[in-house]
């Protein structure tokens, strides 16, 4: 197990998921943000089925910045209920897990 996680959030288009990860790494709770276009989601939202275009942005930390992070992506998010799903890194690069943690300090 390392002090990495890799944190991943939903948001309407490129521009959205642009300017959210460059605030995020920028105040230097993410090391580095992934931004995967053209991604269909299907889901409940106020009893109706939703088929949405979003696009998924992944962001590396560290444990110990992740509710920082959240707390800072529910402020900017424009979803009333937005999605932040943490998932702990359990192994990788060892150099690659210690620039997450530099830059995140």
């Not at 390392?2 to 948001?11: C, E, H, M, Q, R």
């Amino acid at each position: 197990m390392t002090d990495a996680v890799l944190v991943l959030t939903t948001l309407p288009n490129s521009e959205a998921a642009a300017e959210l990860a460059n605030r995020l790494v920028s105040e230097k709770l993410a090391a580095c943000a992934n931004i995967l276009p053209a991604l269909r989601s299907i889901y409940r939202w106020q009893g109706k089925v939703q088929d949405e275009n979003e696009v998924l942005v992944l962001l590396k930390t560290q444990v110990r910045q992740y509710e920082a992070l959240k707390s800072r992506i529910l402020a900017l998010h424009p979803y009333d209920l937005p999605e932040v799903i943490a998932i702990p890194v359990e192994r990788g690069h060892q150099a690659y897990l210690d620039w997450i943690v530099k830059e995140t300090t």
